[in-house]
């Protein structure tokens, strides 16, 4: 079975970067779009490549992440599963998303202990509020998850 699997790289990033690469081995079906300006920019990019198809599972790191969450806080039924590496939530973008009901897609957020971009503990206070079904991990790295992105078991995360 073909599974619906996209990437969505971070600010100052691209669909070149180490973790796509790594995605792109692991899953040669795995869609990872560049996508470049301001979020809202980034948002329109991604409506279309998602469409309204069902069945996705969203991996996004950094500002991809929160272009993930949104897109899952915004459409749950067409999200199967999302992987979120240090996600972006804390930016005033995520805030509406606080006042609504929990989402219950299944979520993994992978955070590395020395991320000096997206501060940890806000980031998991804003996700256990917002996603019911919920697996936050911290591992020894910084915010590029460059250790973790060639050591985790991404066949098992992403199962």
């Known amino acids: 079975m073909t599974r619906n699997m996209i990437f969505l790289h971070g600010q100052e990033s691209s669909s070149q970067t180490h973790k796509a690469s790594v995605m792109r081995e692991s899953y040669p079906e795995i869609i990872v779009p560049d996508f470049s300006g301001s979020l809202d920019n980034r948002m329109k990019a991604l409506y279309p ?26 459409f749950p039924e067409q999200v199967e599963k999302q992987v979120l590496l240090a996600p972006a939530l804390m930016l005033p973008e995520f805030t509406p998303y606080l006042e609504r009901e929990s989402v219950s897609v299944p979520t993994t957020i992978i955070h590395g202990t020395q991320d000096e971009v997206v501060p940890l503990e806000t980031t998991r206070e804003i996700a ?32």
């Not at 996004?60 to 899952?72: D, K, Y």
């Not at 509020?129 to 050591?151: C, G, M, P, Q, W």
Request: hydrophobic letters at 40%.
């Open 49 to 74: 490549i998602l469409g309204d198809k069902p069945g996705w599972t969203i991996i996004g790191s950094s500002l991809g992440g929160l272009m993930g969450a949104i897109f899952t806080c915004e």
């Open 128 to 159: 256990e509020k917002v996603f019911s079904n919920l697996t936050y991990r911290t591992l020894e790295d910084n915010h590029r998850l460059r250790i973790a992105t060639d050591t985790l078991d991404w066949k098992k995360i992403l199962a």
